[in-house]
T-cell receptor, first 114, second 112 residues
Framework: DGGITQSPKYLFRKEGQNVTLSCEQN?????MYWYRQDPGQGLRLIYY???????QKGDIAEGYSVSREKKESFPLTVTSAQKNPTAFYLC?????????????FGSGTRLTVV | EDQVTQSPEALRLQEGESSSLNCSYT??????LFWYRQDPGKGPEFLFT???AGEEKEKERLKATLTKKESFLHITAPKPEDSATYLC?????????????FGSGTRLSIRP
């Protein structure tokens, strides 16, 4: 079945450490997105990519970096510059046409600073 | 500024007690309004996309409606398994700068 796979499900980061969250899709969607979800808040956009080798900053890009070398993959790196990284991270792709136009989400990665 | 507001923040219902969740929006050029269901610790699951005022869509006990300023998610005779957070999102604009904005969600709890 087509979908989005995020890994790992849980991730622990030490102070000053960079960590990378994986996002892979087999839906053949061009556009991919990273969101951060904190309790009681809506999803906030970190980065998005509409085509391979191109990406744009979202509303809260500081302390994060991404790459888009392949259509299927859109990894997110949480750098040591992100001062409050503990959150639930969601990757999504966007189907731009058809009656089910909208996001397909992965199952998320919960990142905790230890 | 584009904005999406969901109400109430939390709603507790008895099994079988019908109700509605509200999503009000202020955007420049509505491209689509989405409803998602999210269970704890999981990614949001797609429910509906609405495109224009007057449109309605149904799925089992859920029915979504859209006006020019808001959308309602009606839940008829809910069951405990309908307990989840329901997210509303709006896609505004048709240019390359178009964006999708999420509301903060409504936490729905159905008591048996």
């Amino acid at each position: 079945d087509g979908g989005i796979t995020q890994s790992p499900k849980y991730l622990f980061r030490k102070e000053g450490q960079n960590v990378t969250l994986s996002c892979e899709q087999n839906l053949n969607h061009d556009a991919m997105y990273w969101y951060r979800q904190d309790p009681g808040q809506g999803l906030r956009l970190i980065y998005y990519s509409q085509i391979v080798n191109d990406f744009q900053k979202g509303d809260i890009a500081e302390g994060y970096s991404v790459s888009r070398e392949k259509k299927e993959s859109f990894p997110l790196t949480v750098t040591s510059a992100q001062k409050n990284p503990t959150a639930f991270y969601l990757c999504a792709s966007l189907s731009g046409t058809g009656k089910n136009y909208g996001y397909t989400f992965g199952s998320g990665t919960r990142l905790t600073v230890v | 500024e584009d904005q999406v507001t969901q109400s109430p923040e939390a709603l507790r219902l008895q099994e079988g007690e019908s109700s509605s969740l509200n999503c009000s929006y202020t955007v420049s050029g509505l491209r689509g309004l989405f409803w998602y269901r999210q269970d704890p610790g999981k990614g949001p699951e797609f429910l509906f996309t609405l495109y224009s005022a007057g449109e309605e869509k149904e799925k089992e006990r859920l029915k979504a409606t859209l006006t020019k300023k808001e959308s309602f998610l009606h839940i008829t005779a809910p069951k405990p398994e309908d307990s989840a957070t329901y997210l509303c999102a709006v896609h505004s604009g048709y240019s390359s700068a178009s964006k999708i904005i999420f509301g903060s969600g409504t936490r729905l709890s159905i008591r048996p």
